[in-house]
């Protein structure tokens, strides 16, 4: 509501729009409202996408106290103060970034947002056609029945493996209470482009971020190829760090706890709960331990 005067005199602030502490040599300032704001906060965008969220964010210069237990970052999992700038979902109530955090390189693609209309697409990987039956994308000829006593499967066939993750059917919820319900269309850690699942090519490959060879279903975008369609949130980008369950030195993308100093590289992190192996019984699977 007031013209901001670019101060020419380096002071000591917290900048409205950032929230952080800095001694900017030139600050714009408004005199009447004590607002202060760093120089390179003023061409912030209003309305952007973020690799880390489904849904558009908005910056706002009053967050407010957003969930039970305070208002955390979605991307550096830090606390976020209520009375400084940054950007929330609309959708989701909880949901805040740090303005720094939203507009890193790594997370946003530069593409202003504010006027454009939001695109409505569905990204519903099926129809419910009845009850307990479905119709997905992956399979359109035929419609797909929950089957929800899984003990019945078995007694037909030996194994029957997921066609999404490749996992056994047996050591999972119903058949297509899971991986049925993966979207078409999906936000991922690794790029700012958005992910667009793929099926129905029995080629195996090997995914591009943990290495596993894997013929299920997969993310794609601008030529990566992801097998597993990771969603941790606390997924980093760091070098020389020693995964915690194989010991070996990673320098590449990580699954972290900060707080715990916990870190799995992503070959171990995808790895199944159970497995039947060749040397076990098939009635007892094998359970992966820590």
Same mark, same amino acid.
């Given at each position: ?14 900048? =409205?729009?950032?929230?952080? $502490? ?9 005199? $009447? ?7 390179? !906060? ?12 489904? +849904? ?5 210069? +009053? ?9 955390? @970052? ?44 939001? =695109? ?18 992956? +399979?359109? $000829? ?35 209470? @899971? !991986? ?33 060879? @894997? ?49 799995? @590289?992503?070959? !171990?992190?995808?790895?199944?709960? $159970? ?16």
């Amino acid at each position: 509501k007031h013209p901001l005067s670019l101060f020419a005199s380096q002071i000591s602030f917290t900048c =409205k729009r950032c929230g952080t $502490k800095s001694d900017d040599p030139k600050p714009y300032i408004c005199v $009447k409202c004590n607002f202060v704001v760093h120089g390179n !906060c003023i061409g912030f965008p209003r309305i952007i996408n973020i690799n880390r969220h489904d +849904h558009r964010i908005s910056f706002t210069y +009053h967050p407010g106290r957003r969930g039970p237990r305070g208002t955390h @970052c979605g991307f550096c999992w830090g606390a976020v103060s209520q009375y400084y700038g940054a950007y929330v979902c609309s959708v989701c109530p909880d949901y805040t970034v740090h303005s720094h955090c939203a507009v890193n390189i790594d997370v946003w693609n530069g593409v202003e947002l504010e006027g454009i209309p939001e =695109k409505s697409e569905d990204i519903a990987p099926f129809k419910v056609v009845g009850h307990n039956l479905i119709r997905h994308f992956s +399979h359109s $000829k035929h419609t797909l029945r929950l089957l929800e006593d899984i003990v019945n499967i078995h007694d037909v066939y030996e194994c029957i493996r997921c066609d999404a993750c490749v996992s056994p059917v047996g050591f999972g919820p119903p058949i297509y209470a @899971c !991986c049925a319900n993966f979207p078409i269309e999906k936000r991922l850690v690794f790029r700012t482009a958005p992910y667009m699942l793929e099926c129905g090519d029995d080629a195996a490959i090997y995914c591009q971020m943990c290495g596993m060879l @894997c013929d299920g279903f997969k993310y794609t975008s601008q030529g990566m190829y992801i097998a597993v369609p990771f969603q941790s949130r606390s997924f980093i980008t760091i070098t020389n760090i020693v995964c915690r369950a194989c010991e070996r030195l990673s320098n590449d993308n990580v699954f972290a706890c900060c707080v715990c100093n916990f870190f799995l @590289c992503l070959y !171990c992190a995808t790895l199944p709960e $159970k497995i039947l192996h060749m040397s076990s019984d098939d009635e007892h699977p094998l359970t992966l331990y820590y």
